[in-house]
């Protein structure tokens, strides 16, 4: 099919998702249901479930203290992560004890980033052992735990938008890991985090019980950050895990230069790209990096018009403006030149970074100056919809999609359900469950 069928096709589905988006939104005011409370020294945490089901768990205080509530308040969620992991190392390292496991995850990769990660988060992590009463190592190893991801996002403003205000929209592409006993996804209980440290701003970050780290999110000061990985010939743990370096940005940045700057610290472990985005202002930046190098560059940029040759295929991109775009391959020169790994590929056309950047740019360009916070996320979850994905490892498989309106705190929100290995990946991924409606601010202001 080509480039204007397959969007014709897309197209088709808008009118669809933008009902189920609308329907759900009404019901956001819809009082929420507390769960549990966790009471510590420096605040009080507690868990909710919203009126549609969406778990939201409040952290409030040090970072030990609020490691400390995630703990008591994902008790048995945080025990059912050890299972799923321990069920997934046997299927990968089905000759290896899973004590020996964990020791060479946190020997070979925790350790090499531990001079890196930031103090109060490893406060965290001591609190969320302390609470669980799981190891500490065995906390800091599912901190460093690799998994194969993929993901997609955007951000426009501007003249891209009906209002000119800043949207940003990610979609976690993600092996569903699956606990063997029980037929259970540990990626069914994810959640939305809300964060008050009492010595910095609220922030909001989509998150799995026993993990800390934050893959995308948004903070206070209208800040919004997502990750895409970026296979590179050069990565390493030892730098700032880009869990960290996500949660540090949404903890302490509260300007775009301040984002670009805690997102590029050195030491680089690569290979990632990311995007940022500054309701305020509005602007985004796209960053990609390595373990060597990094670019940073605005929707004009030197990536956004570059054109290069790459395993004896021409690619070519075109800037618009106000408009940014990623998936899992490098625009830029600096980065496309360690890169590993395919970008097209006809016999793996649909797991691949390249058919996924065309459909979901070419939709975006479509939608040029109506894109808002609802079409984002029609846009996003129609390329997926789109597409057979039952040859990708991971691709088909999505943990959670989400768009954001930083300056009004809006989010929307889906996240997957259900058995992949019983009912297939892309039946249980979250482009194929309801969206959700929320508002971080008015989240920020709940009490339990």
Same mark, same amino acid.
């Given at each position: 099919m080509n480039g204007e069928g397959e969007v014709a096709m897309l197209r088709r589905g808008w009118l669809i998702l933008a009902a189920v988006v609308i329907a759900l939104g009404a019901m956001g005011a819809a009082r929420a249901e507390t769960l549990a409370r966790c009471a510590r020294p420096s605040g009080e945490g507690w868990l909710e479930r919203t009126a549609d089901g969406v778990r939201v768990m409040h952290l409030r205080g040090t970072y030990y203290d609020m490691g400390y509530e995630h703990a008591k308040l994902m008790e048995e969620e945080t025990q059912f992560a050890l299972r799923a992991a321990r069920s997934t190392l046997r299927t990968k390292l089905p000759l290896v004890p899973f004590s020996v496991a964990v020791r060479m995850i946190h020997t070979m990769v925790y350790r090499k980033a531990e001079p890196y990660i930031p103090a109060e988060f490893k406060e965290e992590m001591r609190g969320l052992a302390d609470g669980s009463g799981v190891p500490l190592d065995w906390i800091e190893a599912m901190q460093a735990w690799t998994y194969l991801t993929s993901c997609a996002g955007a951000a426009a403003w501007g003249k891209a938008t009906p209002d000119h205000e800043l949207y940003f929209v990610r979609s976690n592409d993600i092996a569903l890991t699956v606990d063997m006993k029980s037929g259970r996804s540990y990626h069914d209980l994810a959640f939305i985090a809300i964060y008050e440290p009492a010595d910095g701003q609220p922030y909001l970050m989509i998150t799995q019980p026993g993990i800390i780290g934050a893959s995308d999110g948004m903070n206070a000061a209208g800040i919004a950050v997502g990750n895409f990985s970026d296979p590179s010939r050069y990565e390493t743990p030892a730098g700032v895990p880009m869990l960290f370096r996500v949660k540090q940005t949404l903890a302490k940045a509260r300007t775009l230069d301040e984002a670009v700057a805690l997102m590029t610290q050195q030491p680089f472990e690569g290979g990632y790209n990311f995007l940022v985005a500054d309701a305020k202002i509005p602007d985004a930046r796209a960053i990609e990096m390595d373990a060597r190098t990094v670019y940073v560059g605005g929707w004009d940029g030197a990536a956004e018009s570059n054109h290069y040759v790459y395993q004896g295929r021409e690619y070519a991109y075109t800037p618009?403006?106000?408009?940014?775009?990623?998936?899992n391959h490098p625009l830029s020169s600096e980065l496309i030149a360690n890169h590993k790994g395919p970008i097209d590929n006809a016999k793996l056309e649909n797991r691949l970074t390249g058919p996924r950047y065309v459909d979901l740019r070419a939709l975006l360009v479509q939608g040029y100056g109506? !894109?808002?916070? &609802?079409?984002?996320?029609?846009?996003?979850?129609?390329?997926?919809?789109?597409?057979?994905?039952?040859?990708?490892?991971? !691709?088909?498989?999505?943990?959670?999609?989400?768009? #954001?309106?930083?300056?009004?705190?809006?989010?929307?929100?889906?996240?997957?359900?259900?058995?992949? !290995?019983?009912? &297939?990946?892309?039946?249980?991924?979250? #482009?194929?469950?309801?969206?959700?409606?929320?508002? #971080?601010?008015?989240?920020?202001?709940?009490?339990?």
């Open positions: 618009v403006e106000d408009l940014l775009t990623r998936t109506g !894109l808002d916070l &609802g079409r984002m996320m029609e846009i996003m979850r129609g390329v997926y919809a789109s597409r057979t994905w039952e040859r990708g490892p991971t !691709l088909g498989a999505t943990s959670h999609q989400v768009a #954001f309106a930083p300056k009004t705190g809006e989010v929307l929100i889906a996240f997957c359900s259900g058995n992949p !290995l019983k009912l &297939g990946r892309p039946a249980v991924s979250a #482009f194929s469950q309801p969206v959700h409606r929320l508002n #971080f601010f008015d989240l920020v202001k709940g009490q339990p």
